[in-house]
């Protein structure tokens, strides 16, 4: 974040002439006068590993301190006065994402601080992100902030008096992540390319991949068998689910119930998963099977009606298998038995008649 149109020059010569609140003072030129400025910094959430998934309901938190660090002593700087704050910041999709990044606006607030001479302040900013096992920092969570004060409406071309009911403002701020970079006495910073933005998060997700597979002389691999999945502790506001790469968009708030339906190796992909959902999958037309569960889920429900799992990272597969095995016919022999035996009792009687018939010609 660059100084806004004051050189680094300008404004060691406005601290080489600190004035006390109350006096008159002739200050250093300026092109302009000074204005007041709100300090603010991006907070940014990269989505591109994220495929699938809504935005996530998570909030990102930020602590000011103007202490519990170290100034370099080379530096103009110093310890900031006061405790501005910093509201919390969850994504709400506006503005929309620019390639998969969504960038919030945070504003420091210094209305409670009062500052009592000009002079570049140093503030250490840290933040937090509560309960996601899905976002990752891509360059820390500490920033350290100076805000450069001098007296508002300041214009030497004018005159150069201060007024003694003149207000100090912030005019000026910069951001930087390494507490070593700091502005000398000439007013440049240790690393002048080092400047920050703000704050870079990406969100990470998985997929869960369910297979049905159809076993048994009896099983009928051209059935179709639907589904309920439940996913527990979800951040993501919505997840995609494909039935064989055809895509619905699904909210997380209840449980997903699949209006269509796999056969045998057909699949059901869900993508947008954080890493610690909980999900549990029930089928609802399967009678007449038994159901097994294998893969991802837990060891008490291998052979139950219900498999339950937990995202881990990558590809979390799951398969379902329905079992009809062969039946045998029972109490077919005692139905039947009679019956033979009287056949066959006829045919020995015939047979015994026809050879006495034979045995007197």
């Known amino acids: 974040m660059k100084p806004r149109k004051k050189t680094f020059s300008r404004i060691v010569a406005t601290l080489a002439t600190t004035v006390m609140l109350g006096t008159m003072a002739v200050m250093p030129a300026f092109a302009a006068p000074l204005q007041g400025v709100d300090v603010t910094f991006d907070q ?9 998934a809504g935005l996530p309901n998570i909030t990102f938190f930020y ?14 700087v110093e310890y900031g006065v006061g405790t501005p704050s910093i509201a919390n910041i969850t994504f709400d999709g506006n503005p929309a994402a620019v390639d998969d990044v969504y960038t919030e606006t945070a504003t420091v607030d210094f209305s409670g601080v009062t500052f009592s001479k000009p002079g570049i302040y140093r503030y250490m900013i840290t933040r937090s992100v509560a309960g996601s096992n899905a976002v990752s920092a891509v360059d820390g969570n500490i920033r350290y902030l100076d805000v450069y004060v001098g007296w508002e409406g300041y214009d030497d071309e004018t005159g150069g008096a201060i007024s003694p009911d003149g207000d100090l403002v912030i005019y000026n701020y910069v951001l930087v992540a390494d507490s070593d970079n700091v502005p000398g006495t000439d007013g440049n910073y240790t690393d002048k390319d080092a400047k920050s933005e703000g704050y870079d998060n990406a969100y990470k997700t998985n997929s869960l991949v369910i297979t049905k597979n159809v076993a048994g002389a009896m099983g009928n691999k051209s059935e179709d068998f639907s589904f309920n999945i439940d996913l527990t502790d979800s951040e993501t506001s919505s997840v995609t689910v494909s039935i064989n790469n055809d895509g619905i968009v699904y909210s997380t708030d209840n449980s997903i119930v699949l209006n269509e339906a ?28 038994e159901t097994s569960y294998s893969d991802n889920v837990t060891q008490d429900s291998l052979n139950s009606k219900v498999g339950r799992g937990t995202i881990v990272n990558g590809t979390n597969s799951v398969t379902v298998t329905n079992t009809k095995n062969a039946v045998t016919p029972t109490g077919i022999a005692m139905t039947i038995a009679p019956y033979a035996i009287m056949v066959v009792a006829a045919a020995g009687v015939a047979f015994l008649f026809l050879r006495r018939r034979h045995s007197e010609f």
């Open 63 to 76: 602590a000011v301190a103007n202490s519990g660090f170290t100034i370099p002593e080379s530096s103009i």
């Open 44 to 52: 940014t959430l990269d989505m591109s590993n994220a495929q699938g």
């Open 262 to 289: 796999i056969s045998d190796n057909e699949t059901i992909t869900i993508t947008g998963l954080p890493v610690g959902t909980e999900y549990s999958i029930t089928e609802t037309d399967a009678e007449g099977y």
